[in-house]
């Protein structure tokens, strides 16, 4: 089992910038590939940014492509997303997730959710 608990969601004006926290407990941090999603009001869960279980490797959503960067720090247990140039799109509930293998971009490919942090951009 893995625990996530998000945080540092919060309201920023448009242009603005956030840094969200996803701090894991439980079963080897360090084994699993972590990522983002977002879910909006009315509309599915889409994929944001994934890492895999070293940190060597990410991948990023073409909608936040060059504003939003994933990172971790396996010795806190605790991945990160630094949101900048934020736009009222990106409004939504931000969640993460741990998963085993590669190139996870599918809720279904990732077995543990955190609860979710609201972000809210303002216009």
């Known amino acids: 089992q893995v625990q996530l608990v998000e945080s540092w969601g919060g309201l920023v004006q448009t242009g603005g910038s956030l840094r969200l926290s996803c701090a894991a407990s439980?079963?080897?941090?360090?084994?699993?590939?972590m990522g983002w999603f977002r879910q909006a009001p009315g509309k599915e869960r889409e994929f944001v940014a994934a890492?895999?279980?070293?940190?060597?490797?990410?991948s990023t959503a073409d909608s936040v492509k060059g504003r939003f960067t994933i990172s971790r720090d396996n010795a806190k247990i605790t991945v990160y997303l630094q949101m900048n140039s934020l736009k009222p799109e990106d409004t939504a509930v931000y969640y993460c997730?741990?998963?085993?293998?590669?190139?996870?971009?599918?809720?279904?490919?990732?077995?543990?959710w955190g609860q979710g942090t609201q972000v809210t951009v303002s216009s």
């Open positions: 890492i895999n279980w070293s940190g060597g490797r990410t």
């Open positions: 439980g079963r080897a941090f360090s084994n699993y590939a």
């Open positions: 997730a741990a998963g085993v293998g590669v190139g996870l971009v599918i809720p279904s490919q990732y077995a543990y």
